[in-house]
């Protein structure tokens, strides 16, 4: 379905927990808005305390009842990521809805994590990875647990190289960061394949926002620099608003109508602006060999394994 009025139509989620990565700005700085007005507990997952809070008062600042809670996650960090799950474990309630939002975009020289990963591989997939498996007690309490992974139209041009997923031998920015972003969407889907064959009752999904303006366009490849001269202008005048970039991960996190192992974006020309709607999975997504391979692969580097 397409989601012209989802944004008006997100179920009522009172009591319920979320959990969004990266939420002090952009796409989760949108969806931990969103959440909060239907009700949700939200964890604001973020890098700098500072930052978090001073995002959780803007939402505060629109809906004075927000119930959100700031709390410090380096996905760049695998002791971080432990730190901050077990945190979410001591707390004993469940978790219903953990959105995989944060990410870092093709930064011009090869960085690497505190655990000496790719800088993109590591943040944006290991991260992730390592959390969702030690989130996992938390989310199977839960009576409908949701775990959304953010892709990106990227990943139609990643490849997952085995020789080299660290880019140790060549390091291409775009290229870095399409293999990682294609990684998410294996992880979505492999995700849901093992919830299916083990029991553990999670609705795994994966997004996309298409084109849309948010600082990550500064954040990787600018190094923080802002956009200036046509740059700016372009930014502004082809990509979609933040309000509608939010809806394929807002509709995938908590649309009754999702299909499991689902991937939605866009609907609109390529899938660069528009409504939400399903999203065309690449074919290299699709192999289900490279999936289990990636999975195994993932718990070999972070140590972390489901179950």
Same mark, same amino acid.
Request: hydrophobic share 40%.
């Given at each position: 379905m397409a989601a012209a009025s989802f944004?008006?139509?997100?179920?009522? &989620?009172?009591?319920? &927990?979320?959990?969004?990565?990266?939420?002090? *700005?952009?796409?989760?700085?949108? &969806?931990?808005?969103?959440?909060a007005r239907a009700g949700a507990d939200v964890i604001l997952a973020v890098r700098s305390l500072e930052k978090g809070t001073a995002a959780a008062e803007r939402v505060r600042r629109e809906l004075p009842g927000a119930k959100l809670e700031v709390r410090v996650l380096d996905l760049a960090s695998l002791e971080s990521v432990a730190e901050f799950a077990a945190g979410v474990a001591s707390d004993g309630r469940p978790l219903d809805i953990l959105i995989n939002n944060a990410g870092v975009m093709a930064p011009p020289k090869r960085m690497t994590t505190a655990d000496g990963f790719e800088l993109q591989f590591g943040s944006n997939h290991?991260?992730?990875?390592?959390?969702?498996?030690?989130? &996992?007690?938390?989310?199977?309490?839960?009576? *409908?647990?949701?775990?959304?992974?953010?892709? *990106?139209?990227?990943?139609?041009?990643?490849?997952?190289?085995?020789?080299?997923?660290?880019s140790l031998k060549r390091y291409v920015p775009f290229g870095a960061y399409g293999l990682s972003k294609l990684a998410d969407l294996m992880f979505a889907r492999e995700l849901q394949s093992r919830s299916d064959a083990s029991g553990w009752r999670i609705t795994s999904t994966a997004a996309h926002p298409g084109g849309t303006a948010t600082n990550l366009q500064v954040a990787g490849p600018r190094q923080g620099r802002a956009l200036t001269g046509f740059s700016a202008w372009a930014n502004g005048r082809f990509l979609q608003p933040l309000a509608q970039g939010i809806l394929p991960?807002?509709?995938?996190?908590?649309?009754?109508?999702?299909?499991?192992?689902?991937?939605?974006?866009?609907?609109?020309?390529?899938?660069?602006?528009?409504?939400?709607?399903?999203?065309?999975?690449?074919?290299r997504a699709r192999d289900v060999a490279d999936s289990a391979r990636l999975w195994t692969v993932s718990e070999q580097l972070t140590g972390v394994t489901f179950g």
């Open positions: 944004a008006d139509r997100v179920p009522d &989620l009172t009591g319920r &927990l979320a959990i969004i990565t990266g939420a002090n *700005s952009g796409l989760g700085f949108g &969806l931990t808005g969103r959440l290991l991260g992730p990875f390592a959390l969702t498996g030690q989130l &996992l007690p938390a989310l199977r309490s839960a009576e *409908s647990p949701r775990v959304t992974s953010t892709s *990106s139209l990227a990943a139609r041009a990643g490849r997952i190289n085995w020789d080299d997923l660290q991960s807002l509709y995938a996190a908590t649309s009754p109508d999702v299909t499991p192992g689902g991937y939605y974006g866009p609907n609109g020309f390529l899938e660069i602006r528009g409504l939400a709607t399903t999203a065309h999975v690449p074919r």
